[in-house]
């Protein structure tokens, strides 16, 4: 399978969209961890250590945006080398540009597609970049 022993931590606050990543990468043969809210996402983060690869939503409730959060887990030494990906349905012209100065390792836009998704997310394990705004 082609995320076989791999583990995937999604910061995602939206259920359906959650349940749709999480049946694709598990039927990948991923191990797959989540939050949905972004303000407990470092804590949980270091409990689920070992992370593969973080899929972050850009638009979280209370104030909270996926860049704040991507902050947060290059601050703490043991999530900085961990690869971060945007998967978002914000507007990829502008935030694919931001996300490259930040430091992310790849945007993939929403809706995710079941033929494309499990690719995108092994390819960035793998230490490449992913830019796809069509999901």
Request: charged share 20%; proline share 6%.
């Amino acid at each position: 399978m082609l995320l076989n022993q791999k583990r995937v931590f999604v910061v995602e606050d939206n259920p359906g969209n959650l349940a749709v990543m999480q049946t694709i990468l598990t039927q990948q043969g991923a191990t797959v961890f989540f939050e949905r809210w972004g303000q407990d996402t470092c804590r949980r983060l270091l409990d689920a250590l070992p992370i593969d690869i973080i899929l972050l939503d850009l638009m979280l409730p209370n104030g909270i945006s996926g860049y704040d959060v991507f902050s947060a887990i290059k601050a703490v030494p043991e999530l900085a080398s961990v690869p971060v990906v945007i998967v978002s349905a914000a507007d990829p012209d502008h935030e694919m540009d931001k996300a490259r100065r930040m430091g992310f390792s790849g945007f993939i836009g929403k809706p995710v597609r079941l033929n494309t998704f499990g690719h995108y997310v092994a390819s960035v394990i793998q230490g490449q970049h992913v830019w796809a705004p069509a999901g």
